[in-house]
């Protein structure tokens, strides 16, 4: 028998941490565990004879922290982030007169160099301290990250420097740094590196704050799904009502749900018709007539009349709960993505190191003397400090989300970037997405002697007094078309068939009936041929049509629908012209969705429909399983747990918070031509961020042979340094030149 379990990891400062503590815990017997380096969690399955202790004892024998979630884990990770951000700002006020002094020969007056001293040596020892920290767990366990090259670097520069200030002749009053751009063996005595481990220190520093924050947030799509459900909920208790927390509601109990307010819970109509509206939940773009005996879901909005309902399930057992826990389990079966720098620093620090301690024994045994043989020794180890390995991506990724943000897209990080070059399918939720979710009038048909503007007039001034969805769409388009619309007399609602009344048109009144054609066969007014074929054919192009009659004959049929939104037969082509196959994906019925994809250009086979939000996850990841790279487009509670499982999510800024949260990009608008444009951008960004990294890698091969023969001038050093840092700024800020095509 397996046990699972969720622990909280701290410690992690990038994927191969996670990775490592995956090892670890899967060489225990029977032990299957995998680390979300992102969510900071682990979930893991253990047989008997293996307890909790042992699991958080092995993690930390990997060096790294864990215990059992608390309650209260988003107040638990408050102070660290707290701290974080006060190491960040403390050691920013201190490093800019530190770079300020260095960069310009005119403000190093005499003794700078010992203010220097005194700034950088706090910024670099306890601004760093999370740097060293990693990077000594990394050599206990025999391996090496970024941040062992940013704790030995800035170590080292900050030694070198030391060295220099004290025991070299750099501490000297009226010392200047002077730019000599020659190659030239020197003992390093007159020079001093604390600009660059300063500047390092905070930069990297302000990359794992921003870091810090996004992870704290992770938890925010789950914490926006459980906020959807009611409040407070009126019980029924000895014939009385009551009102209580929604949490107090135990299964059996009677609930009273009136128009406007939220379901508390799930359960079953006891008493009362209404029209539930459950877009946000189950897709579904019409409401849905409900009734004695009739299921509810929680977190749904009743749209009509007065509901009783008995409570079938509270708690964890809902649909909303059980939405909640697939948006978490998505979100944990993420693909790690290592980091492109970490990628490149698993290679690149071995090989510096052991260049660093080759090149000190070489100088040593050409007996060219222990100051000269330490100098190209470090020299290795300032010039391979990642001063443009770390701007590469941040700066790339600064720029291009803010030139996104101008354009309405919302990018949540470096490793969505990754996901947008692969994807080759994308699937579209269709309500809200494809199309508005509101229902609008399609078209009148009016039986032949009929005037068509009339039989709107007409049904739209009975419709207006009634609150359901589609009532509204038809009064808002007559009122639209005529202007104002007539008096209502002896208006009343016949349960699940439709509204009737007496119109009062100038010196005329008319007894209008408006609904299902049973209606009007009840007042011997049947539709004519010709108007049930036009009414079948609405139906099966995803309309619903309502039937209009008036003084003892039916006069029209009325149609509403979904409607699509005016962009997106446009913004599907442009997901074509950039090599993705379009799938339409929704809850509402197969009809209406043939109709959809055939209005939009997606063919016929690129169609699912009838599909419960759990059903979503399994579309994605039976496309993922034909071997599709998957993005999903979607803006309901319902597409939340898709969008977590999907390679890339993408979700529209006018859909649900949960939605938002749940995906990778957030498109502001609610355009579905601005998804085109996101993977367009994100695309650039991530190439703009390889070619930062390659041309940063370049910069340190070139520059390390000289290092290591010790002929590298350390003003020259200093410049090639700050060039490389200045071309991968430049190249990233080409990103602010990107033009939405929409």
């Not at 009743?302 to 978490?328: H, K, Y």
């Not at 913004?571 to 950039?578: E, S, T, V």
Request: aromatic share 4%.
């Amino acid at each position: 028998m397996t046990t699972d379990v969720e622990l909280e990891i701290s410690g992690m400062t990038c994927a191969s941490c996670a990775n490592r503590i995956e090892r670890k815990l899967n060489k225990l017997d029977g032990v299957s565990a995998t680390v979300n380096y992102a969510t900071e969690k682990a979930k893991v399955s253990f047989p008997d004879g293996i307890t909790t202790d042992d699991l958080l004892a092995t993690v930390e024998q990997a060096g790294y922290a864990a215990r059992m979630p608390a309650a209260d884990g988003e107040e638990t990770a408050a102070p660290e982030h707290d701290a974080l951000l006060h190491r960040l700002l403390v050691s920013a006020a201190l490093s800019v007169p530190v770079i300020a002094m260095a960069m310009v020969p005119a403000w190093q007056f005499e003794n700078w160099q010992w203010l220097s001293l005194t700034l950088a040596a706090p910024v670099v020892v306890w601004g760093g301290w999370s740097f060293h920290k990693a990077a000594w767990a990394n050599l206990r366990h025999g391996t090496s990250t970024m941040d062992t090259l940013v704790s030995m670097g800035t170590l080292a520069a900050l030694g070198w420097s030391l060295y220099a200030l004290f025991w070299g002749t750099a501490g000297t009053p009226g010392m200047t740094h002077a730019f000599e751009f020659t190659v030239a063996r020197t003992d390093g005595a007159a020079n001093i590196y604390l600009e660059a481990a300063a500047g390092v220190t905070t930069f990297l520093l302000a990359g794992r704050w921003f870091e810090h924050r996004a992870k704290r947030q992770s938890g925010a799509a789950l914490r926006a799904l459980l906020e959807m459900g009611a409040k407070e909920v009126t019980v029924l208790r000895d014939g009385t009502e009551q009102r209580i927390p929604a949490e107090d509601l135990r299964v059996g109990e009677q609930f009273v749900v009136r128009p406007g307010e939220k379901v508390a819970t799930d359960g079953e109509v006891v008493s009362g018709t209404s029209a539930v509206d459950a877009s946000m939940l189950t897709g579904e773009s019409v409401p849905v007539e409900v009734g004695p005996g009739d299921a509810v879901v929680g977190a749904t909005v009743n749209a009509g009349g007065r509901l009783v309902v008995r409570a079938t399930r509270v708690g964890g057992d809902t649909q909303l709960a059980q939405m909640a826990r697939l948006v978490e389990d998505a979100q944990n079966g993420k693909a790690q993505v290592q980091r492109l720098a970490d990628r490149v620093s698993g290679v690149f620090v071995p090989i510096v190191i052991a260049l660093a301690v080759a090149t000190l024994g070489f100088w040593i045994g050409a007996e060219a003397g222990l100051p000269a043989a330490f100098t190209a020794a470090v020299s290795v180890l300032i010039i391979a400090c990642p001063c443009a390995l770390g701007l590469a991506t941040p700066t790339a990724l600064m720029v291009g989300t803010g030139r996104g943000a101008q354009l309405g897209i919302l990018i949540k990080g470096p490793e969505v970037l990754e996901s947008t070059r692969t994807v080759d399918t994308v699937v579209l939720d269709k309500t809200g997405t494809v199309t508005t979710g509101q229902m609008a009038l399609r078209e009148v048909i009016a039986a032949p002697g009929e005037d068509a503007a009339e039989v709107l007039r007409l049904a739209g001034a009975i419709e207006d007094a009634s609150e359901h969805p589609i009532a509204r769409a038809i009064a808002d388009a007559a009122r639209e078309a005529s202007g104002t619309l007539p008096g209502v007399e002896e208006f009343s609602n016949v349960v699940g068939l439709g509204v009737q009344g007496v119109v009062l048109d100038q010196d005329r009144s008319h007894a209008v009936l408006v609904g299902r054609p049973r209606l009007l066969e009840e007042w011997s007014q049947p539709l004519p041929p010709e108007l049930v074929e036009r009414l079948e054919q609405a139906r099966a192009t995803g309309g619903t049509a309502v039937a209009v009659g008036w003084d003892g004959r039916a006069r029209g049929v009325v149609v509403v629908a979904d409607a699509i939104k005016p962009t997106s037969p446009e913004a599907i082509q442009r997901l074509r012209d950039l090599g993705l196959t379009p799938v339409l994906l929704t809850g509402d019925n197969r009809q209406v969705a043939l109709a959809v994809a055939a209005e939009v250009g997606i063919e016929e086979s690129a169609v699912i429909a009838d599909v419960l939000p759990e059903e979503k996850v399994d579309a994605v990841r039976r496309l993922q399983e034909q071997g599709k790279v998957v993005a999903m487009v979607g803006d309901g509670v319902n597409d939340a747990p898709a969008l977590a499982a999907a390679d890339l999510g993408l979700a529209m800024g006018t859909g649900t918070d949960v939605a938002i949260e749940a995906s990778d990009l957030t498109l502001v608008r609610g355009d579905l031509r601005i998804a085109a444009d996101a993977i367009r951008l994100s695309r650039r960004t991530l190439a703009t961020i390889k070619g930062n990294l390659f041309w940063a890698f370049a910069y340190n091969v070139a520059a390390l042979p000289l290092a290591a023969a010790g002929l590298l001038n350390p003003m020259l050093a200093g410049f090639a340094m700050a060039f490389s840092s200045v071309f991968v700024v430049t190249n990233s800020l080409r990103l602010r030149g990107f033009r939405a095509l929409g």
